[in-house]
């Protein structure tokens, strides 16, 4: 059974970081495509950055030099550093890993910017 869970979000003042987890078990994340996404309160839900079997990565432009995607095989967990966080970064943070054509997700963390 596949499973993803997400950790690390809170509550931070703007300009601050943090470090969001996605533990996965049930699937291994050496070479799969693992994405973040978030959604804000009344918006739908948009791709953060992803990073391919290859290692390449990619991010939405309002999140490039600010935030690092990266994933440690041992560890089997997956990371999205987010730097200089802004009010508009408040969101809920959801990991996905595709598996042929399926996405599997996590429950999501919740990440609130204040200003």
């Known amino acids: 059974q596949v499973q993803l869970v997400e950790s690390g979000g809170g509550l931070v003042q703007a300009g601050g970081s943090l470090r969001l987890s996605c533990a996965a078990s049930?699937?291994?994340?050496?070479?799969?495509?693992v994405r973040w996404y978030r959604q804000a309160p009344g918006k739908e839900r948009e791709l953060v950055a992803g990073?391919?079997?290859?290692?390449?990565?990619n991010y939405a432009d309002f999140v490039k030099g600010r935030f690092i995607l990266s994933r440690d095989f041992a560890k089997n967990t997956a990371y999205l550093q987010m730097n200089s966080l802004k009010p508009e970064d408040t969101a809920v943070y959801y990991c996905?890993?595709?598996?042929?054509?399926?996405?599997?997700w996590g429950q999501g963390t919740q990440v609130t910017v204040s200003s």
């Open positions: 990073i391919i079997t290859g290692g390449s990565t």
């Open positions: 996905n890993v595709l598996l042929g054509s399926y996405g599997y």
């Open positions: 049930g699937i291994t994340l050496n070479n799969k495509i």
